[in-house]
């Protein structure tokens, strides 16, 4: 069969902040690809999306058809749900897959679905660095490490609506200097603050597992960046990363880094350009 040299075909579950960027990223040429189907739970947003963009993709009207689509990869830009309802089903409809919504992964159950599927149906799955940096290190150094700590620093009002605070005393409104207000295991905190923390998802996943992984989130009223500091140590050392990142503007649950940390590994994936990096 001769080898298909066009650009690859990418479908979207998810056409929210992250999901627009991305499209718009593909629309414009910055990702040498084609957005050819997208889909959103909310019509209204996936019409928005569309509404947005000079190449139209085909609003599909489920998962199950953005599964079956004639596209070469799916990047999920939508929630924890989505990735335990449809990855499997994705790689299935022999699909790569880029998934945004890394906590879904630390249910070890769902971890397992997706490894599995992956060598079933002979697929990749893509994980974008997304906040942080250092994953290339994490990796590296995985069987040497002893103790891995990560801090994020947000603004009360970026945490707003989190599960955490369903069940807390604690009230972001009244949130008047930088608070801890958890410390645990990354396993907990990814289902605790699923739209904030996803890089404790990465880090467990590059490094030594969730249950290891220690996470402190602080909540600080006057912080307008969020921040995550990363301690890792072991045989090889000791490595320290901070990164400050400027809040999405569309979403400030989420960093800007995170989005064009996803738009270059799409450019990676797409692309036939020298690859930086391990």
């Known amino acids: 069969m001769p080898r298909n040299t066009g650009l690859k075909r990418i479908g979207l579950l ?27 739970f909310s019509k209204e947003s996936s019409a928005l999306l569309v509404s947005k963009l000079k190449n139209k993709p085909v609003i599909t009207e489920n998962v199950g058809l953005l ?13 924890q749900d989505a990735v ?6 994705i790689l ?4 790569d897959l880029m998934i945004m919504s890394v906590g879904a992964l630390l249910d070890e159950s769902i971890f397992d679905i997706v490894l599995e599927g992956c060598k079933d149906f002979g697929k990749h799955v893509y994980l974008p ?9 994490i990796r ?3 069987d040497e490490l002893d103790s891995l700590v990560l801090v994020t620093t947000k603004n009360p009002k970026a945490l707003k609506g989190a599960k955490f605070f369903e069940t807390s005393e604690i009230d972001p409104d009244k949130i008047s200097k930088p608070t801890v207000i958890y410390e645990g295991a990354a396993q907990e905190a990814v ?23 220690r996470v402190k989130l602080v909540a600080d009223p006057n912080t307008d960046k969020n921040t995550h500091e990363i301690e890792a140590s072991g045989k090889f050392g000791r490595l320290s990363i901070k990164v400050e990142n400027v809040p999405s503007s569309s979403n400030p649950k989420t960093s800007r880094l995170a989005t064009l940390s996803a738009i270059e590994c799409l450019r990676k994936i797409c692309g036939s350009e020298i690859q930086i990096g391990t």
């Open 14 to 40: 998810g056409c929210g902040a992250i999901g627009t960027e991305i499209a718009i990223a593909v629309d414009s040429g910055k990702i040498p690809a084609k957005l050819t189907h997208v889909f959103d």
């Open 67 to 79: 599964a079956a689509s004639p596209v070469d990869l799916i990047v999920e830009a939508a929630s």
């Open 84 to 89: 335990r309802d449809n990855a499997l089903s």
């Open 92 to 95: 299935q409809n022999r699909k």
């Open 129 to 137: 660095s997304g906040a942080i940096a250092g994953l290339d290190a």
């Open 140 to 142: 590296a150094v995985k």
């Open 191 to 213: 289902k605790l603050f699923p739209a904030n923390i996803n890089v404790a998802a990465l880090l467990s996943i590059a490094g030594i597992g969730s249950t290891k992984t």
